[in-house]
């Protein structure tokens, strides 16, 4: 059985919280993600200094179940990549790394292969596994990520790796209309994608993430 329990756990906190699934930027497609990156989050008196990205899956770069980057958003990928080199880039997928899922690892390795990029292996599905995340980035001193706040998390998913963001204290960008066209989509995406304008225009604001020099 293919349960998320960090998610059914962490959807009881937006009843007390509903900003907790806000992004603090959305764009409609991988392709619209602003270069350079750190200037999508400024404003406020907000100056990031994003160090490494978290990237997401289906239907994020890739068609939900493919590992192949979705062909239109080669270039922007390629450019992310470069922005972000080496492990600055992280996937971090509820399929692919995920140990209740993919046990042995071979989805993870398929898509690092694809992709060129390495591939989180994770106990704890998102929104809940900040923390490997993060061991993840301290684990590779050359990254240079101390403190949450200089992580972006990049996803299509307001419950999963939007509030994953929140929770850590990272920056989200939402990846709102992703790959696969609305009617394709779960009814729970379909639901979020009416859920966040539904908020935001009643005044909620995700929390600001704030570096350990503010």
């Known amino acids: ?94 399929t692919a790394g995920a140990t209740t899922y993919d046990r042995d690892g071979t989805l993870a390795k ?13 106990r704890i599905k998102k929104p809940g596994c900040g923390d490997e995340i993060m061991a993840h980035f301290r684990s590779h001193p050359e990254v240079g990520v101390t403190h949450p706040s200089q992580v972006a998390i990049i996803g299509d998913r307001l419950m999963t790796d939007m509030m994953l963001a929140n929770a850590m204290g990272s920056w989200g960008l939402w990846i709102k209309d992703g790959v696969k066209p609305l009617h394709e989509k779960s009814i729970f995406s379909r639901f979020e994608q009416r859920l966040g304008p539904f908020l935001m225009a009643r005044g909620y604001q995700p929390p600001n993430p704030q570096s350990p020099f503010e």
């Open 1 to 94: 059985m293919n349960l998320n329990l960090s998610g059914t756990i962490n959807i009881f906190k937006l009843f007390l919280k509903p900003s907790l699934c806000l992004p603090h930027v959305s764009v409609s497609t991988f392709n619209e993600i602003p270069s350079p990156l750190e200037k999508a989050f400024e404003g406020q008196g907000r100056k990031p200094n994003i160090k490494a990205v978290v990237l997401d899956k289906d239907d994020c770069f890739a068609y939900p179940d493919t590992n192949e980057i979705y062909p239109s958003y080669a270039e922007r990928f390629r450019q992310l990549r470069k922005e972000y080199p080496g492990r600055r880039l992280l996937i971090v997928s509820n």
């Open 110 to 122: 398929e898509l690092e292969k694809a992709t060129d990029i390495s591939v989180l292996a994770h």
